[in-house]
C-alpha cells in the first residue's frame, strides 16, 4: 500500500530556510514522478514543483523559481524540498504527492485523484 509521509515544516523567520522531506512506501519511487504541492488558509491547492519519473527534469511554480530546489534520493525512496529565502506568502501545508508520469504531477492540484497524497506538514514563515 502506497503510503507517504512528510515531515520537516516548522516555524521560521522570513529569509530562512527549510528543507522538507517525502518518504514513500509501497511504491519503488523511480517508476514515479513526484512533486510538492501547497494549500494556504482559504486558497486552492497550488503545484510547487514536480520532478520526473528519471530525476532528470524538475519545474518549478513562478512564485518559488531562484529560491526551491526539488531533488530525490530514489535508493532512499525520499523526496526532498529545499526552501530558501522564504517569505510570509510561502506559508501553506505542504504536500508531497506521486503520479505515474511527470504530466499527471502537473494536473494534481486542480485534479488530485490522478495522483496519491501524503498528510502534509506544515510551514510557517512569519517574525
Known amino acids: 500500500q502506497l503510503q507517504l509521509v512528510e515531515s520537516g515544516g516548522g516555524l521560521v523567520q522570513p529569509g530562512g530556510s527549510l528543507r522538507l522531506s517525502c518518504v514513500a512506501s509501497?511504491?519503488?519511487?523511480?517508476?514515479?514522478?513526484i512533486g510538492w504541492f501547497r494549500q494556504a488558509p482559504g486558497k486552492e491547492r497550488e503545484r510547487v514543483s514536480c520532478i520526473s519519473e528519471s530525476g532528470s527534469v524538475a519545474n518549478y511554480a513562478d512564485s518559488v523559481k531562484g529560491r526551491f530546489a526539488l531533488s530525490r534520493d530514489n535508493a532512499k525512496n525520499t523526496l526532498y524540498l529545499q526552501m530558501n529565502d522564504l517569505k510570509p506568502e510561502d506559508t501553506a501545508l505542504y504536500y508531497c504527492?506521486?503520479?505515474?508520469?511527470?504530466?499527471?504531477?502537473?494536473?494534481?492540484?486542480?485534479?488530485?485523484?490522478?495522483?496519491?497524497w501524503g498528510q502534509g506538514t506544515q510551514v510557517t514563515v512569519s517574525s
Open positions: 504527492g506521486v503520479a505515474p508520469v511527470q504530466a499527471l504531477c502537473m494536473l494534481m492540484a486542480s485534479t488530485p485523484s490522478v495522483g496519491s
Open positions: 509501497g511504491v519503488t519511487t523511480d517508476r514515479y514522478a
